[in-house]
């Protein structure tokens, strides 16, 4: 397949909207719900980032990430975060063998290609620090010997919000680092009762649908979706009225925002927005898939004000009056752009 000709682009790029989809839905005959955070899953997979999850327990993270192992063909590996954890508890370090008077490196945990790290906020700031700089350099020194992390490799870091003490609150300059930060919310009263009549059934076994071969050549495929300079703007646009809300006519929340997203913000909207294009079955980015994904990628982006704090105010409501106050290209403009 020759990637250079359009047609063999729009073929590729078919096959993977069409294989990411069925697994989709294998993944979905466990988990009941919760399809916004299954979508940004596989949207952080495809674009190459990692996602904070925010929820109560019992939402079924944790089954989320081992059924996605399990569908997409990658290992999976669990670190339960505690206070007394210490780095070489996550990447691994050299031990010393008496019998070849040698040491050794053992490999930690963060050598999977689907990683949970469970309630990262309870692990002192060098351990936090640890696991972030594994997502940003893909790879681990130990002794002076440099491993690389198997590819793909998604991290998915849960937080607890209903527990403050005896945590360490992520900074935000490393939060950033996280490509999306999606907030899990309970299920609907009927989801919930499906949940309950699985559990009374046998679990449900899934298949593997993908490999990891798969999955690194539909990757490349999300390099072949189409962003016109138009959606471009608008996400640059949403990211700098979080910086400047009065050039946008927000003087109102003006002193609820200490400091607004950074430019990995629309860079992060961009290259997610790709990913959800391709997951939706189309080959360009519309203005509507970079709405949708606004408030995952810019919500853990914001330094909010102790005028915020003090007036109830989140970066979810902040978010909302940002994408109210911008002014979206017309549709009709981006579409021809695209097809010309």
């Known amino acids: 397949m ?12 078919d096959e993977a909207g069409a294989a990411l989809d069925e697994a989709l839905h294998e993944i979905k005959r466990v988990i009941v719900g919760q399809d916004a955070m299954l979508e940004r899953l596989l949207v952080a997979l495809m674009a190459g980032g990692h ?17 996605l192992a399990e569908v997409l063909g990658g290992t999976f590996r669990r670190i339960q975060f505690t206070p007394d954890l210490v780095p070489a508890d996550l990447v691994g370090t050299r031990v010393y063998r008496p019998d070849s008077g040698k040491f050794d490196i053992e490999l930690g945990p963060v050598f999977g290609n689907f990683l949970l790290a469970d309630e990262i906020n309870r692990a002192p700031a060098k351990v936090q620090s640890a696991l972030l700089e594994v997502m940003q350099e893909q790879q681990v020194t130990i002794g002076g010997e440099t491993f690389p992390v198997p590819h793909p490799f998604l991290v998915l870091a849960t937080q607890n919000p209903i527990e403050a003490e005896g945590t360490y609150p992520l900074p935000e300059a490393q939060v950033d680092r996280f490509l999306m930060k999606v907030l899990v919310d309970y299920p609907s009263t009927g989801e919930e009762a499906a949940v309950v009549g699985r559990s009374l059934d046998e679990p449900a076994k899934v298949r593997e649908c993908l490999s990891l071969d798969d999955l690194e050549r539909f990757a490349r495929s999300t390099q072949t979706v189409l962003v016109d300079r138009e959606v471009i703007g608008y996400a640059v646009a ?17 002193g609820y925002i200490e400091y607004g997203a950074s430019p990995r913000g629309p860079i992060g909207l961009v290259n997610a927005g790709r990913a959800l294009a391709l997951l939706r079955g189309r080959g360009h980015v519309t203005v509507s898939d970079i709405r949708d994904l606004a408030p995952d990628v810019l919500r853990h982006r914001l330094v909010l004000s102790y005028d915020a704090l003090a007036d109830g105010v989140d970066a979810d409501e902040l ?21 010309a």
């Open 238 to 254: 949403l990211a700098d009225a979080t910086r400047t809300p009065s050039r946008y006519g927000l003087d109102k929340i003006a």
């Open 2 to 13: 020759d990637m250079d000709n359009p047609r063999d682009r729009a073929a590729a790029r």
């Open 319 to 339: 978010i909302d009056q940002v994408l109210a106050a911008v002014t979206e290209p017309p549709a009709d403009h981006v579409q021809r752009t695209v097809a």
């Open 51 to 67: 996602v904070l999850l925010e929820g109560v327990p019992g939402l079924a993270k944790t089954l989320t990430v081992k059924t």
